[in-house]
């Protein structure tokens, strides 16, 4: 019914949207633990507030969600991840983010983790 009424009264914008590609991207993650993505968001930043996650996203599982008065504390962030990995009694295998400055104490923590784990993977980021 409401394609109907949309093809009536504005035939054009039905068009171009039909027109649109979509490109579906698949995700592909060996399991749990296999990696944790991380972002921090600043949709309360009006309210002077800024919220940070941790996902695992082959469960769908939070593993940390954090709201604090500032996103400006690497160490902060830091200790998140640390928080959640002694919670876990572990750590994934990669971690992943978007290219913030926030975020490189993470993929420090995480990459001295996984060389001090595995030997074989030094001179390489796990992050």
């Known amino acids: 019914m409401v394609l109907a009424y949309l ?11 039909k027109q649109k590609r979509f490109r579906r991207k698949r995700f592909w ?3 749990v633990n ?7 968001h600043d949709k309360w930043k009006r309210f002077g507030l800024w919220l940070h996650v941790g ?5 769908g599982q939070l593993q940390w969600l ?7 504390n690497p160490q902060l962030i830091g200790s998140y991840y640390l928080e959640a990995a002694r919670k876990r009694k572990g750590v994934p295998l990669i971690t992943q983010s978007d290219r913030g400055w926030e975020m490189y104490i993470v ?3 995480h ?17």
């Open 7 to 17: 093809n009536s009264t504005e035939r054009e914008a039905v068009q171009f949207h």
């Open 66 to 72: 954090k709201v604090w008065w500032s996103n400006r």
């Open 29 to 31: 993650a060996a399991g």
């Open 34 to 40: 296999d990696v944790w993505m991380c972002d921090q």
């Open 55 to 59: 996902l695992d996203p082959y469960p």
């Open 107 to 109: 993929a420090n923590i």
């Open 111 to 127: 990459t001295n983790i996984r060389h001090s784990l595995d030997p074989s993977l030094n001179d390489t980021l796990q992050h």
